[in-house]
RNA sequence: GGGGUGGUAGUUCAGUUUGGUUAGAACGCCGGCCUGUCACGCCGGAGGUCGCGGGUUCGAGCCCCGUCCACCCCGCCA
């Protein structure tokens, strides 16, 4: 037996008793006399004591230990003596007194240290990522995700879900994000794809009457990576039969008010607060606003009409926008910081970016194409007091929604203005198409198998030609979730009846031949009894991410790539033999 | 594809503005001392292809050109 208990589980109700541990030494604290090691192991750190009035040999031996060594000791756990106790450990009040040690292995010195807050390079955390995940916070981590998961499967469980699996070889998609691609040895020339998500699969477990399924499952695209985007992610996908957006929505909001209380012991109100997409876009200029603090956009036509500025009177005149935040506590900054943030908003891809200061009166290099009246009406309307700055954009909507809301976000971040509780946001009624102006057509905005709203379903099927403008405003069944302003997750009530199907992909441009060609396998699908269905998936890897606290899903994430999608461990992707391209039937360019 | 930041000891960084003797610090590492430490302490020591390649120069960590890697962002991600 190596040990009968955990390094972070011995506590006063052992006090006497007799304990094996094992575990990699964190650190140690030589006194010549006596030895101190910090002995770390998943469940925690427990301190042990080497002492010449226990036993010589064990306390020579000790002398020997460095730095991640592994070792077995036997000994007796007494409370440590008054004034010594550590209360920032979890078992600090106890230690235990070696009798016997063991060095299992020893270790070379490490490329980096292992304390919580050490600083290392990214470079080193992937290279030698056994050791990061070492680290307490980084084990802590893969905890919470297991937890996470366990929690969900459970729960979901509980509700009477299916957990299927769908196939990682597939069928390359047509829409939506680039596909890794996997050539087949057998169909020379052809090729599988990795699952952008089992989008079709699941549908399909519907219409084979499972009602409820549910998969823990990676997905993957080949586009570039952020602090919050790898290739290779998880879903927690889900898909229901018989139900509407708003059984989907309920679902989600108890996994997610489960996990929290359950995993994090954080309490979560439900239901969730709901936006409306053009009300999300108007407000705070982007589709995953974050709720924690305020800054809402608002709209200035009608104050600044009345004003003499022309930049902003010809804007309106051509239907665009002029809409305004306020910057707070701003007023103070110089001009040269206020062009900085002017360049900023250009960056962005704002023409340029209108100021007024609220500094004992106003100041702006505009101020007087406006009365006074009409500044403190805007003021008052962007709630901007003394020690602010008004921020105006004046453009086509979606730059000054785009501009703004990027804005919006950098002045919370610089004025540590954000809530510290987690918010959790539904934004609903997406519009059904969105217009692709590079390819000259409309694309879906979610997916193509996405339902319009009971009203665009009766005016797509009152079987007339639609003008561009009405199929602009359709709107779907579709919903995201979205917590701190990141999109944790979206689905959709799906469409069930192939004619309405049909419709949908000759809106999209998609021919019958190409239609039947890509996913001709769910049209027929729908011809056989298909039920009324809808689903949504969880960005697992971003959910966890915001559990614990932190910036990039690298941290939470066993294995992560590097932003050039390569894996500093194994070295993935490399070259292959020319043996393997010859049965792959592939040549290389 | 584009914009930005960084790369100097095992690690994290300073040194680059203004080119000039032997490239520093902290932590870590190695040796010694130490019986109540917990980031133990004290004494001593070792440790460098300044990412890589080229150029300018009497002389390059520092200037110029190219290139690689990591990170952040835009595009992209239905």
């Not at 006497?16 to 090691?37: M, N, P, Q, S």
């Not at 919580?116 to 307490?136: E, G």
């Amino acid at each position: 037996m190596y040990r009968n208990k955990g390094c972070g589980e011995i506590n006063e109700g052992d006090i006497g008793k007799e304990v094996a541990l094992c575990g990699w030494v964190y650190r140690y604290r030589d006194h010549g006399g006596l030895i101190f090691t910090d002995l770390r192991d998943r469940t925690g750190i427990a301190q042990i004591v080497y002492s010449l009035e226990i036993s010589e040999k064990v306390h020579a031996l000790a002398h020997s230990l460095r730095a991640e060594f592994v070792i077995a000791i036997k000994g007796n756990v007494c409370r440590r003596p008054e004034g010594t106790e550590n209360l920032d450990v979890k078992t600090g009040i106890v230690e235990v007194y070696a009798s016997e040690l063991k060095i299992l292995n020893t270790s070379e010195p490490l490329p980096f240290m292992l304390e919580n807050d050490a600083i290392v390079s990214d470079t080193l955390r992937f290279k030698y990522r056994y050791l990061d995940l070492r680290r307490p916070f980084m084990m802590n981590n893969l905890l919470l995700r297991h937890q996470t998961t366990k929690t969900i499967r459970d729960y979901l469980d509980a509700l009477g879900f299916l957990e299927i699996e769908t196939p990682m070889l597939t069928k390359s998609t047509p829409e939506g994000a680039r596909d890794y691609l996997v050539p087949s040895r057998l169909n020379p020339g052809s090729f599988y794809a990795l699952p952008q998500s089992p989008q079709l699969f699941k549908q399909i477990l519907m219409c084979a009457g499972v009602d409820k399924y549910f998969q823990i499952v990676k997905c993957f695209r080949d586009e570039d990576l952020r602090a919050d985007r790898q290739p290779e992610f998880t879903q927690v996908d889900m898909e229901m039969s018989f139900v509407g957006v708003d059984d989907v929505i309920t679902v989600v909001e108890g996994i997610l008010k489960t996990v929290y209380e359950g995993v994090l012991n954080v309490k979560v109100e439900t239901p969730f607060e709901r936006l409306t997409y053009k009300d999300a876009m108007e407000r705070f200029g982007t589709d995953k606003p974050d709720m924690r603090f305020g800054l809402e956009l608002k709209d200035m036509a009608d104050i600044v009409a009345q004003s003499s500025f022309k930049v902003f009177l010809d804007v309106l005149k051509n239907g665009g926008r002029v809409k305004a935040i306020c910057g707070k506590d701003m007023a103070a900054l110089s001009r040269k910081d206020m062009d900085n943030l002017t360049e900023h908003a250009q960056s962005l891809g704002a023409k340029g970016l209108a100021w007024i200061k609220v500094k004992d009166g106003f100041e702006s290099p505009i101020k007087k194409f406006f009365t006074d009246e009409l500044l403190r009406q805007m003021a008052e309307r962007l709630g901007a007091v003394q020690g602010d700055t008004m921020l105006f954009v004046a453009d086509k909507e979606a730059v000054v929604h785009d501009v703004l809301g990027r804005l919006r976000l950098d002045i919370a971040k610089t004025n540590g203005i954000i809530g510290a509780d987690d918010r959790f946001l539904w934004v609903v009624d997406f519009p059904l198409f969105e217009w692709n102006a590079a390819d000259d057509r409309f694309e879906a905005m979610h997916h193509p198998f996405t339902s319009p709203t009971d009203e665009g379903i009766d005016l797509i099927q009152a079987n007339k030609a639609l003008a561009d403008k009405d199929i602009a405003t359709l709107t779907s069944k579709a919903y995201d979730i979205v917590l701190n302003g990141y999109e944790i997750g979206g689905g959709s009530i799906r469409i069930h009846q192939t004619t309405l199907q049909k419709k949908m992909l000759e809106l999209l441009g998609i021919s019958e031949t190409d239609a039947e060609e890509k996913f001709g396998f769910l049209l027929d699908a729908l011809k056989y009894g298909a039920p009324p269905h809808g689903g949504v998936a969880l960005g697992l890897d971003r959910l966890v991410m915001l559990m614990a606290g932190s910036e990039t899903i690298r941290d939470v994430i066993a294995f992560p790539k590097t932003q050039k999608a390569s894996c500093l461990l194994s070295n993935a992707p490399s070259q292959v033999q020319d043996s393997q391209l010859k049965e792959l039937h592939i040549k290389l360019r």
